[in-house]
């Protein structure tokens, strides 16, 4: 349980920052289709989850194929920090602070952790969602002041998910893979 103000700072979502991929995809002739949502989302054959050795300017698409328009390095170099403070009523205080976003892009935050046995949990971090979007400005920079209502557990992890259809899914984060990609991730203290 949080106690005092702390701060955390968002990294790229890759293989070495958490187990879940960021569901964005490179395309690959060799990747067979995937169909099983519980080894990370399905997808169509030829894409696959971009890797430590891909190009940097590899293009980036959705589960389906569909272009996001951005490239790869461009995508892992948004940056992002968090001040998360308690609240008298027992709730914390985020406000984020982001920049290399994709420009005009619809974002929302959520908290990501284990539940037992229905393994990773995507909450929003006001329960509802109701106050966990924001659009990115022309230049890919985005601020966000949201309060939960319960305390954030501590190694739960804040997730900036990038929603590529342009819409608020407000207590979903949507379809991962399709129209709602994880971009940045950063570890509750």
């Known amino acids: 349980m949080l106690l005092a103000l702390s701060s955390a700072t968002f990294q790229p979502i890759t293989a070495a920052t958490t187990s879940q991929p960021a569901h964005v995809y490179v395309r690959d002739s060799s990747a067979p289709a995937l169909t099983d949502a519980a080894a990370g989302g399905p997808h ?23 272009a996001l328009h951005v490239s790869l390095a461009e995508w892992r170099a948004a940056t992002g920090s968090a001040d998360l403070a308690p609240t008298p009523d027992g709730g914390v205080r985020v406000h984020a602070a982001f920049k290399g976003l994709m420009p005009a892009g619809r974002y929302s935050l959520f908290i990501r952790q284990l539940a037992g046995r229905n393994g990773v949990v995507l909450t929003p971090v006001d329960i509802t969602g109701a106050a966990d979007g924001f659009f990115a400005d022309k230049d890919g920079n985005g601020d966000i002041a949201v309060q939960s209502p319960n305390p954030i557990p501590s190694n ?7 929603h590529s259809d342009g819409s608020d899914h407000q207590g979903s984060p949507g379809n991962l893979g399709v129209n709602a990609h994880e971009q940045l991730i950063a570890r509750v203290p």
């Open 44 to 66: 169509d054959a030829g894409l696959r989850f971009p890797g430590d050795n891909d190009a940097p300017s590899a293009q980036l698409s959705n589960a389906h194929g569909g």
């Open 156 to 162: 739960a992890q804040l997730v900036l998910i990038y």
